[in-house]
């Protein structure tokens, strides 16, 4: 009995991963830093009765349609002139989004901010600050189904002196058949796992079995992107006592990049070639058994 258990807990210590290599690019100048990647995880957990075989599976989605939030900020002298203006910029911008087929009721207004704006007036000595104006701000929230539109987007924006585009929300519709999926994804590995352990160890198990834990979760792309500046300075050390220099640094460029979960620790990885930014979904699923 002891040898037998002791082969079960030597083959349970066993750690299932999957890794992906891969050729390293100029984002290896970005890496001095943890971004919460998933960790390889133990695949099995042991008592002197009970073991857990655990499944971690990730599917990429690609999104069923995107919410694009445009800023616009607007000053004037009064409010009234304030919102004469920015209201007209908006119109514009709507007007143009309705002919490339956005339709109305996926537009809506929102106006987040409405402020004074104070300036300082110089007499003689004295600086004294005067109300000088308003400042209205509102933010134009776009619903559309394909990623490629939002270049358009931003293009017919800028053309209205619209720059700031705050966010991009991913969305995806039906989220408890990608559960579903990963669900039966997991079970499936699980079942593959208890065959092979009982049979190597010869070990028999209840018929019955429970489920320890079930997690469901997701990581959208806001949270996996990643930036790096590549490039390589000199040093300028004076020499002599009275020797220093000014120094003005060139303007370095930071790109950024969408950087996936790494794959490694995962049993499976459903769509794991992506091109284009993804929602990452990813369940773990643990399952009880009991030895007999």
């Not at 083959?11 to 690019?25: A, E, K, R």
């Not at 002139?81 to 309705?98: G, P, V, Y």
């Not at 300082?120 to 559309?144: D, M, P, R, S, W």
Request: hydrophobic content about 35%.
């Amino acid at each position: 009995m002891k040898t037998k258990y002791y082969l079960i807990s030597l083959l349970f210590c066993t750690i299932w991963l999957t890794v992906y290599g891969q050729q390293s690019g100029n984002s290896v100048y970005g890496q001095g830093y943890t971004k919460g990647k998933m960790p390889g995880k133990e695949t099995l957990y042991l008592s002197d009765s009970t073991f857990i075989i655990e499944a971690s599976v990730l599917q990429n989605v690609i999104a069923d349609g995107y919410v694009a939030t445009f800023g616009l900020a607007e000053e004037a002298t009064t409010l009234k002139e304030c919102n004469e203006k920015i209201d007209k910029r908006i119109k514009d911008f709507t007007s143009q989004l309705t002919k490339m087929g956005v339709a109305k009721t996926d537009i809506y207004v929102d106006m987040t901010s409405q402020n004074k704006v104070y300036d300082y007036k110089i007499t003689g000595e004295v600086a004294e600050e005067y109300l000088q104006g308003f400042e209205l701000k509102k933010n134009v929230i776009v619903k559309f189904n394909h990623i490629s539109d939002l270049d358009q987007m931003v293009i017919m924006a800028s053309n209205l002196e619209i720059y700031d585009l705050v966010k991009v929300d991913y969305i995806v519709n039906d989220l408890n058949a990608i559960h579903t999926q990963l669900l039966t994804a997991a079970s499936e590995i699980i079942s593959q796992k208890k065959t092979l352990y009982a049979a190597l160890t010869n070990a028999h198990l209840s018929p019955t079995a429970e489920i320890y834990g079930d997690q469901f979760y997701s990581f959208y792309p806001d949270q996996l992107y990643a930036s790096y500046q590549a490039f390589e300075s000199g040093n300028i050390s004076g020499s002599g006592y009275n020797n220093t220099y000014t120094t003005k640094d060139a303007r370095k460029s930071a790109t950024y990049y969408y950087d996936k979960i790494n794959y490694s620790g995962f049993d499976k990885v459903i769509n794991p070639y992506v091109t284009e930014p993804a929602v990452e979904f990813v369940i773990t699923l643990q399952i009880k058994f009991e030895i007999e």
